[in-house]
């Protein structure tokens, strides 16, 4: 799960010494600028879309024993073919 605090994070690391999702603590003293808060929005969406991806990828691989149980019976190719297929299916 994504938190407002992950885009903060992404687009000003080092910049701010403690940020919660609703107050950045700059390293200069600045206050939150309008500007800055659309870029937050912007990243925490894109950051939430991306988390979406992951998931949905993270399910279709299954548990790490179900990827060794298919690896067993089907061989490494077919697991990395099946891999693959999974990766063009839910595109980051």
């Known amino acids: ?19 919660t999702e609703d107050k950045i603590d700059w390293k200069d003293g600045h ?5 800055e808060n659309s870029q937050i929005d912007a990243e925490f969406i894109r950051l939430q879309s991306e988390d979406v991806v992951i998931q949905k990828r993270i399910k279709e691989y299954g548990t790490a024993k179900e990827q060794l149980e298919y690896i067993v019976e089907n ?14 299916e839910n595109p980051k």
């Open 31 to 35: 206050t939150t600028t309008d500007e």
């Open 1 to 19: 799960m994504v938190h407002k605090v992950d885009a903060i994070r992404s687009l000003f690391k080092g910049q701010y010494n403690k940020a």
């Open 75 to 88: 061989g490494v190719d077919a697991f990395v073919t099946k891999q693959n297929q999974i990766k063009l």
